[in-house]
């Protein structure tokens, strides 16, 4: 079955550090790939997204690139904003209408000004 | 567009009473619906997988009895927690898939409700 995998957190920074969090996955065929953003006390929210190999999702100053050589999907930012602080969660969904969205287990990054 | 409601955002209710939550697509209709469940500082649990008119589907483990679904209309999702004991007490979170092309494949989430039972 589909899996994700992401590293586990917290993931403290100061103000304007670089961002890398780690996700790689399990899955066959072809799988859409997400990230969401979840702030404290509220639902989630897409990030950004990825639906094939080499696709470049990004938003915010937020990215992360489709590697399907190495099933991955690794997000980054160059400069971390205190507002940034949430919880991150990479997620697939396989390319028909009845796959559903897999997980990983999400990852806190609190950002210090 | 593309948003979603529930409501309520908050409940707190004695053990053995039924809660209901409501799950609104605001401004598209949505083929599927989906519940999870979230405990605190862990991921998203899928509960079930509902579809407009028709009996929802439960992931292993949920029992339906307890958590009951209906999704009476393309934009209208409801999760009823009945007999709700404190060991029910989660952050619930819907999330509505749209018929937009554009969007095929992607969920929509809702800003989830949390249910503290006493």
């Known amino acids: 079955g589909n899996s994700v995998t992401q590293m586990e957190g917290p993931v403290t920074l100061s103000e304007e550090a670089f961002l890398t969090i780690n996700c790689t996955y399990t899955a066959t065929g072809y799988p859409s790939l997400f990230w969401y953003v979840q702030y404290p006390g509220e639902g989630l929210q897409l990030l950004l997204k990825a639906t094939k190999a080499d696709d470049k999702g990004s938003n915010k100053g937020f990215e992360a690139t489709y590697r399907k050589e190495t099933t991955s999907f690794h997000l980054e930012k160059g400069s971390v904003q205190v507002s940034d602080s949430a919880v991150y969660f990479c997620?697939?969904?396989?390319?028909?209408?009845?796959?559903?969205?897999?997980f990983g287990g999400g990852t806190r990054l609190m950002v210090k000004p | 567009g593309a948003v979603v409601s529930q409501h309520p955002s908050w409940v707190i209710c004695k053990s053995g009473t039924s809660v209901k939550i409501e799950c609104r697509s605001l401004d598209f209709q949505a083929t599927t619906m989906f519940w999870y469940r979230q405990f605190p500082k862990q991921s998203l649990m899928l509960m079930a997988t509902?579809?407009?008119?028709?009996?929802?589907?439960?992931e292993q483990g949920v029992e339906k009895d307890k958590f009951l679904i209906n999704h009476a209309s393309l934009t209208l999702s409801t999760l009823t927690v009945t007999s709700a004991h404190p060991e029910d007490s989660s952050f619930y979170i819907c999330?509505?898939?749209?018929?937009?092309?554009?969007?095929?494949?992607?969920?929509?989430f809702g800003p989830g409700t949390r249910l503290t039972v006493l």
């Open positions: 999330s509505a898939r749209a018929l937009l092309e554009r969007t095929y494949n992607e969920q929509f």
């Open positions: 509902s579809n407009e008119g028709s009996k929802a589907t439960y």
């Open positions: 997620a697939l969904t396989g390319n028909n209408a009845g796959n559903m969205l897999t």
